[in-house]
């Protein structure tokens, strides 16, 4: 059978990598002439990045690992997030054109397929383009949020001003309920505000967007996403986790036990479960507010000091 390539780029993210993987794990499951390489690009504010990337690598020898040298600044602490992580990703557009040219493409006569970025790489989306291959964006997040990041581009194409304290709720399409301003603080800073818009620009040249999620679980969003016939094909391929537990190593391993075993304890439909991703920015006192909040709930809240131990542990 002859032999084609995928270049992933995902972003240097627990929650962007592991599911980058699993894809390119089911796509090898479902068609093995795929030859799949994926370009790691290092996490200045999190250095435990590298050891995850090893240990996905250690795992997984039908996937081609490539780490991205470390040759970028990596921007200040920021009041603006989003737009300092993009900048920093944006700025890695000739590293990893050189590494596609020299160490995919130079090392296999395959043909590549598509170049698959990352929601938050979409700066790729033009390096494919200069080297005449298709692209696809893979959006780890889900259909609602993509449905969010693609009104924001509308509403700069149309000109309209950005979000203000003193707006009425949004009508905005993929939403079956208007949104309310307060909801949407990452969005308050007009320049996170123009990083997103930007993105869902750039979604829109790409040859498809590929969504973490499925009908069943975002059937409004799903479907008028799908009605759309202004912007590429979506596929739907979620949900993409490790379901089993194998990308994570050591001493994350044994608290990943210790916390299992805790739950499996429990009575049935007894747990809440509440994640805020891998990079979730809570400290300390947020976290002890929000173990307050549960206490005062009225609902059984047993041991939560142990878990909230182990989060403290890993993200404070």
Partial sequence: MKKKQLVFVPTPGVGHLVPAVQLAKTILERDDSFLITM???S??????????????????????FIEI????TAPPSAACPASSFTSYINGHKTLVRDAIVKLVMAANPAPIASVVVDMFCTAFIDV????????????????????MVLYLSDREDRGEPKFSPTDPDYTIPCFSNPVPYRVLPLLHSDVDYEAFANHGRKFKGSNGIIVNTFSE???????????RDDIPP???????????GKSVSGSDAVRRDEILKWLDDQPENSVVFLCFGSGGGFDE???????IGLEKSGHRVADF????????????
Avoid: C, Y
């Fill in 217 to 227: 679980a975002e059937s409004h969003a799903v479907s008028a996403l799908l009605a």
């Fill in 69 to 72: 040298p470390e040759a970028i």
């Fill in 128 to 147: 494919a383009r200069e080297l005449g291959v298709p692209s696809h964006v893979f959006f780890t997040s889900g259909a609602a949020f993509l449905a």
């Fill in 234 to 244: 979506v596929f739907n391929v979620g949900p993409l986790i490790d379901h089993k």
């Fill in 39 to 41: 370009l790691a690009i």
């Fill in 305 to 316: 000091g142990f878990l909230i131990g182990h989060w403290l542990g890993n993200k404070v």
């Fill in 43 to 64: 996490n200045p504010f999190a250095g435990s990045m590298s050891k995850h990337t090893e240990s996905l690598a250690s795992m997984h020898p039908e996937i081609r």
């Fill in 285 to 291: 006192d947020q976290l002890r507010e929000t173990a």
